[in-house]
Each structure stands twice: as structure tokens, then as C-alpha cells.
């Protein structure tokens, strides 16, 4: 993996999987905690967050979030995930995203606009 290779890295790999830990086991509200951990790990050595973890970070939130009913958030994550994932993951975070706003579409959940990550 290129990029980040300093210890934020190994901490925002930690966090990321302890995340994806607390998801699998319908825990989403710490596993959203431990994302938010992640990434600010990785933000704080790449300030731009042009790290392809960063992506899969926000995917994996974004799932947390859509596992919530927070839907707008859950779309905000899957958008800030298409900018920095690889491409091998980036159909999947697209099926997410327009899942996603199939569900929005489906129910009275109010649109909120100009979200940000």
C-alpha cells in the first residue's frame, strides 16, 4: 500500500477495522465513532485526503449510517468514498449510493442538501 506509512496509519487501520468489528455486530453507533477515529487519523498526516483508505473509511461509515436511517449522511460518505477508493471498489460504493437514494426516494425522510463529510 502506498502513502501513508507512519504510525496515524497503522492507528487509522486500527480504528478502521474495530469499526467494521462493531458493524457486524449491528453496533453502528461505535462503529460510526471508531470511522470518525479513522479518518481523523488519516487526515491529520494527508490533510488533503488523497489516501485511497480514506475511501474505503468513508464507505464503510457511509454503511453505518445507511444501517441508521441516516441516509443523507450515509450519501455524503459514499460520495467524499468515489473520490478516493480504489477502482476495484468503486462499483460497490456506486450500488451503495444509488441504493441509497432509492431508499431516500421511498420514504418521507426530508432531503437535506449541501451535506459535507
Known sequence: MQGIKSEPHAAALFYMSAGQCNYYLGQYEEALAHYDIAIRKVLKVVPGGDEPILGLIY???GLSNASLVRYQDAIVDF???KGTIEATKK??????LGATE????NSNIPDRENRTP
Open 91 to 96: 462499483a460497490q460504493v456506486l450500488f451503495q
Open 102 to 105: 432509492r431508499k431516500i426516494a
Open 79 to 81: 460520495n467524499a468514498a
Open 59 to 61: 464507505y464503510n461509515r
